[in-house]
RNA sequence: GGGCCUGUAGCGCAGCAUGGACAGCGCAUACAACUAAAAAAGUUGGCUUAACUGCCUUCUAAGCAGAGGGUCCCAGGUUCAAAUCCUGGCAGGCCCGCCA
């Protein structure tokens, strides 16, 4: 049921203009209590009116069995039939359940998240893109469409050969004697500790890999696969699940014939030392090198024979690469160029930026080993959850603690991190994601085991009969229904922290009805049920789309 | 020099796409002595895991209600109406590599 368009098709038939009436119509703010409201400013041009006169004589024409009108200045205020809306909304969610909010869109979309480094384990800027690929992948599952993973490991360079070196010098030929990656990353920061970065021995090393070198290779294997290993346990904690991945390795010299073959067509040019280059000055992009003069590949050109493989493998209707806002210009001078070399795919491929996360001391530096790593931020909120728990129940199993500890745990990141603009930067205060209170994700978690537990408590069934409907009952409803919506647009803009708000404020307005009304016990307990019910249904879609779990018991 | 992004209460954020009625939310908020003309701010102190005020015999108080706190960065412009759109500034961040 559409209330939006009962009303604007009221407000035709009665105003015989030319005017958006969608467009219009708006929800008025919180302290008026009306559902929504008419502006009749822009009939005072066409009548030549007072917009209040306009108001008042349009008041007693409108009507309808599922709304009332008021005027109020120069506001037509619509209220709703508060019964029926109610009704409409709780018949819907109950009979839909989990699939409330569905919606077909039937499109194949790749997301790219979240872009390891081989030399080092993942850190708080990786939590921030996993979660969004996380997010951004339910969301559009949710409205219907196939969704691809892929990954893209940088597995060679400069900097994976300063870990070698590292590892080379002083590891001895140890094997890993902690998580894998964590091993490997020690030996990355040992390097910028002891060894000068104008080291020649790193060029060499990088040149013996490039000639395949055999100890050299070798070496890059082993270390590789342990980092590899190591991020893969960190992706299975998190939630993580790639449906393909590409290394780098594999497309660096692949790239470079997409770039000759542009060469040949006369897309690129030359310059005075023989370096490739596509002429972007038009787009004021300026001129990008795509292959050194001594004919080998740079970044950008690994990146083209990627794209290009995406698009030969999944043929799909949009491709997302999730990453940081630093490589927004890399984006472009991409996108530009494939477009340059007559891929119309590209006109579906989008860069999702997003903003640096920082330490209250500053930019984090994996060279200097001021990270927070992922996996001791994750250790030390879900011990944090832990003493909570401890605190609270004292007769509760060790593994019933560590469960929900984790879920407790990963969910306040998460919703700490989702509930920012994606494009903003932030800082990481350890110390505020701590909290339990407030809008965290904690509290999300909490509300949602409130529920739960008068479900659980209650020994009658939950049935839609609506004698009576308090303001605090039926703001729930309504902020229920606006969950499509919500789930369309947070995919429509690419971003949860749409979402994350609404979980929110939906948790917000329940907190507030079950400190008015208790459920068990009432006159009306089976219809309240009915409310509890599909809060329930609707809160823990939303948090799933967030990718955080649920509990039952907190 | 050029490009992109950000600027909303003490702190942290939402709202800006699609301009509308009083700009929402979370955190924070005690007292005494001292420094101080006052304000702001700071220092010290005790209690102790606790700090604005109220609410646990009631479905989990990880909660709810209430209070104070705002030049929506600045200046112009468009409009009946601007936090929102446009122009120009100011401040901060990122990028503009034959690194990845």
């Not at 094997?175 to 920061?189: A, N, R, T």
Request: proline content about 3%.
């Amino acid at each position: 049921m559409d209330f939006k368009k009962e009303i604007i098709n009221a407000l035709k038939k009665e105003i015989n203009q030319d005017i958006n009436f969608e467009e219009y119509l708006e929800v008025p703010p919180d302290h008026v209590s009306a559902d929504y409201a008419f502006p009749c400013f822009s009939l005072a041009g066409i009548y030549k009116k007072n917009p209040v006169e306009i108001s008042k004589e349009l008041v007693n024409k409108i009507k309808s069995e599922y709304f009332s009108v008021k005027a109020e200045g120069p506001y037509l205020n619509f209220f709703l039939n508060k019964k029926f809306v109610a009704e409409e909304i709780l018949k819907q969610i109950l009979k839909e359940k989990e699939n409330y909010g569905n919606k077909k869109e039937n499109k194949k979309i790749v997301i790219e998240s979240p872009g390891p480094n081989t030399n080092k384990p993942l850190h708080l800027g990786h939590l921030r893109n996993m979660v969004l690929g996380l997010s951004l992948s339910n969301i559009y599952k949710k409205t219907g469409n196939k969704v691809i993973n892929v990954d893209i490991v940088n597995d060679r360079g400069v900097h994976i050969c300063k870990s070698m070196l590292a590892y080379k010098k002083f590891g001895k030929n140890k094997k890993p004697d902690k998580k894998p990656d964590h091993f490997v990353g020690d030996f990355y920061v040992l390097y910028s500790k002891k060894l000068n970065e104008k080291d020649e021995e790193i060029n060499e090393m990088l040149r013996k890999w490039e000639s395949n070198d055999k100890d050299t290779i070798n070496l890059w294997k082993k270390m590789n696969s342990w980092a590899i290993k190591g991020i893969n346990e960190t992706y299975k904690r998190f939630g993580i699940k790639i449906n393909k991945t590409y290394y780098e390795s594999n497309y660096y010299k692949k790239g470079k014939e997409l770039v000759l073959k542009g060469y040949k067509k006369e897309i690129f040019k030359k310059n005075k030392d023989n370096a490739v280059y596509a002429d972007l000055k038009d787009k004021n992009l300026g001129n990008k090198i795509l292959l050194r003069s001594d004919g080998t590949s740079v970044y950008v050109t690994q990146d083209l024979s990627v794209a290009v493989q995406r698009y030969n493998d999944f043929k799909m209707d949009k491709m997302i690469y999730i990453v940081a806002n630093e490589q927004i210009y890399h984006f472009k001078v991409l996108f530009e160029v494939l477009k340059m070399l007559g891929y119309k795919f590209v006109s579906n491929y989008y860069h999702l930026p997003y903003g640096m996360i920082y330490l209250p001391e500053g930019k984090m530096k994996s060279r200097e080993g001021t990270v927070v790593d992922a996996d001791s931020l994750m250790d030390d909120m879900t011990e944090l959850a832990k003493k909570e728990l401890e605190k609270r129940y004292k007769n509760i199993s060790k593994k019933e603690l560590e469960k929900r500890s984790e879920i407790i745990g990963l969910a306040a990141i998460k919703y700490f991190i989702l509930n920012h603009d994606p494009l903003k930067d932030f800082v990481y205060n350890p110390k505020e994601s701590i909290s339990f209170e407030g809008n965290t994700g904690p509290y999300l978690l909490y509300t949602y085991a409130r529920a739960s537990s008068i479900l659980r408590k209650s020994r009658k069934k939950p049935v839609i009969k609506i004698k009576d409907i308090s303001d605090e009952e039926y703001l729930v409803i309504k902020k229920l229904y606006d969950f499509k919506e919500t789930v369309g647009n947070s995919a429509e803009k690419y971003d949860p922290a749409l979402l994350a708000n609404y979980a929110f404020e939906l948790a917000k307005l329940f907190n507030e009805f079950y400190h008015e009304s208790k459920v068990i016990g009432s006159e009306r307990e089976q219809f309240l049920l009915s409310i509890v019910l599909a809060f329930k249904y609707v809160l823990k879609s939303a948090l799933n789309l967030l990718s955080m779990e649920t509990l039952e018991k907190m």
